[in-house]
């Protein structure tokens, strides 16, 4: 396993890279598809969203108001952007939240039609809040990248470049207050790579990995065969290969004098951390190595951790919460005035012991005025928003 210092929180960092997905086309129950989430002091840009990725978003409360800020991808491969169109569509939902789009063409026509194929659906949902889907007054920024642009987005410099794979993909480069994070893409060999990777903080590669099973032996010959199948892969008539070989890998990376390698976008293998590592090294790779994880976030400075899951760990705190909100309920039922009537409400639906209120967690007029009550449209009633209740009433 990797090192792990402590569990964190977003909110705890400047800038950071999370693996939301390392893994690969192939189904793992151990990583999900392609993605990884860029944060700069609450600025979030999610590059690549493969299957799985919303599923984790959620698992770490990254949605609604709380949700990427920007979604880039790099190229078009279905484990890479298995998600974009519902991520793109509930990024639509909440009206005046502007968000970012980038990617190769024809990322464009994807939120065209991601627009005009859910523009009933779309409509359907917001109605329920009171609103409605304007196509042609909706909140996304769309830019349409061929590879080499360089532009800032809320402060954050991002530039691109083509790489070589089998589709038109892109690698990204992020830099803030003299740091760097450049995300590689699927790529083979490029001497492109190192111009955009120099001297960064963490490069986040299409890696390759020392397996355990095959450390001690040399590779037996159908392994082999399987791995130059897999890197040699090729597109119809397009010779250009798809994945680099490690040699590749440890080459580029060396070229770009990367301080931490992040390897991610891989298999099933039974992975050898250490022999990897020392794999890098003797390819003369002498920066940090890391195995990447779902969920493990790393910052400029080497250190990694798990990104706390906050809607898995708030329940282990949810049943100490709702205790002690229903004995200080118990307690207060002979003085009973508005604000533990407030409190009552909050303690009778909040089931989970988040301190809000969700639609399915609401129930009777608190249901049927969710949407009305809920003013700031996260989806989630706060102590604040309950108060209107009263209103509701009168
Ligand atoms: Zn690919």
């Given at each position: 396993?990797?090192?792990?210092?402590?569990?964190?929180?977003?909110?705890?960092?400047?800038?950071?890279?999370?693996?939301?997905?390392?893994?690969?086309?192939?189904?793992?129950?151990?990583?999900?598809?392609a993605?990884?989430?860029?944060?700069?002091?609450?600025?979030?840009?999610?590059?690549?969203?493969g299957?799985?990725?919303?599923?984790?978003?959620n698992?770490?409360g990254?949605?609604?108001?709380?949700?990427?800020?920007?979604?880039?991808?790099?190229?078009?491969?279905?484990?890479h952007?298995?998600?974009?169109?519902?991520?793109?569509?509930?990024?639509?939902?909440?009206?005046?939240?502007?968000?970012?789009?980038?990617?190769?063409?024809?990322?464009d026509e994807?939120?065209?039609?991601t627009?005009?194929?859910?523009?009933?659906?779309?409509?359907?949902?917001m109605?329920s809040?009171?609103?409605?889907?304007?196509?042609?007054?909706?909140?996304?920024?769309?830019?349409?990248?061929?590879?080499?642009?360089?532009?800032?987005?809320?402060?954050?410099?991002?530039?691109?470049?083509?790489?070589?794979?089998?589709?038109?993909?892109?690698?990204?480069?992020?830099?803030?207050?003299?740091?760097?994070?450049v995300?590689?893409?699927?790529?083979?060999?490029?001497?492109?790579?190192?111009?955009?990777?120099?001297?960064?903080?963490?490069?986040?590669?299409?890696?390759?990995?020392?397996?355990?099973?095959?450390?001690?032996?040399?590779?037996?010959?159908?392994?082999?065969?399987r791995n130059?199948?897999?890197?040699?892969?090729?597109?119809?008539?397009?010779?250009?290969?798809?994945?680099?070989?490690?040699?590749?890998?440890?080459?580029?990376?060396?070229?770009?004098?990367?301080?931490?390698m992040?390897l991610?976008?891989l298999?099933?293998?039974?992975?050898?951390?250490?022999?990897?590592?020392?794999?890098?090294?003797?390819?003369?790779?002498?920066?940090?190595?890391?195995?990447?994880?779902?969920f493990?976030?790393?910052?400029?400075?080497?250190?990694?951790?798990?990104?706390?899951?906050?809607?898995?760990?708030?329940?282990?705190?949810?049943?100490?919460?709702?205790a002690?909100?229903?004995s200080?309920?118990?307690?207060?039922?002979n003085?009973?005035?508005?604000?533990?009537?407030?409190?009552?409400l909050?303690?009778?639906?909040?089931?989970?012991?988040?301190?809000?209120?969700?639609?399915?967690?609401?129930?009777?007029?608190?249901?049927?005025?969710?949407?009305?009550?809920?003013?700031?449209?996260?989806?989630?009633l706060?102590?604040?928003?309950?108060?209107?209740?009263?209103n509701?009433?009168?």
């Amino acid at each position: 396993m990797n090192k792990v210092t402590s569990n964190k929180n977003l909110d705890d960092i400047d800038f950071s890279v999370t693996i939301i997905g390392s893994g690969s086309p192939q189904y793992n129950p151990n990583r999900t598809q392609a993605s990884a989430l860029v944060q700069y002091k609450g600025i979030k840009f999610l590059v690549d969203m493969g299957n799985g990725t919303i599923e984790h978003l959620n698992e770490l409360g990254l949605t609604g108001r709380n949700a990427p800020d920007a979604l880039l991808l790099t190229h078009h491969h279905i484990d890479h952007n298995a998600e974009f169109i519902p991520m793109v569509h509930s990024k639509l939902m909440i009206p005046g939240n502007k968000f970012l789009v980038a990617g190769p063409s024809p990322i464009d026509e994807m939120v065209d039609y991601t627009k005009k194929f859910y523009k009933e659906d779309l409509n359907y949902r917001m109605k329920s809040r009171g609103r409605t889907f304007d196509e042609n007054n909706s909140n996304e920024i769309v830019k349409v990248l061929k590879g080499g642009e360089s532009f800032e987005y809320k402060g954050v410099k991002i530039s691109t470049i083509e790489v070589p794979h089998s589709i038109k993909t892109l690698a990204y480069r992020f830099d803030v207050d003299g740091k760097s994070i450049v995300i590689s893409g699927d790529l083979s060999y490029t001497n492109k790579l190192q111009k955009l990777a120099k001297n960064a903080d963490i490069l986040v590669m299409d890696g390759k990995i020392v397996s355990s099973q095959n450390r001690n032996k040399n590779q037996n010959s159908s392994n082999k065969k399987r791995n130059s199948r897999n890197s040699q892969r090729t597109s119809g008539n397009n010779s250009v290969k798809a994945h680099a070989s490690i040699e590749e890998i440890a080459k580029m990376a060396k070229a770009s004098n990367a301080k931490i390698m992040v390897l991610t976008h891989l298999g099933t293998q039974v992975i050898d951390e250490k022999a990897t590592a020392s794999k890098y090294s003797s390819l003369g790779f002498k920066g940090k190595v890391i195995v990447g994880a779902d969920f493990l976030t790393i910052t400029p400075d080497g250190n990694s951790f798990m990104l706390v899951k906050t809607n898995t760990s708030n329940t282990t705190n949810a049943t100490q919460k709702r205790a002690n909100r229903n004995s200080q309920s118990i307690n207060n039922r002979n003085t009973y005035n508005s604000s533990s009537q407030k409190r009552d409400l909050m303690s009778r639906f909040d089931t989970n012991g988040d301190d809000r209120i969700s639609e399915a967690e609401a129930k009777g007029s608190v249901k049927e005025n969710f949407f009305r009550l809920d003013t700031n449209n996260d989806g989630f009633l706060s102590t604040k928003e309950l108060r209107n209740m009263r209103n509701l009433r009168n």
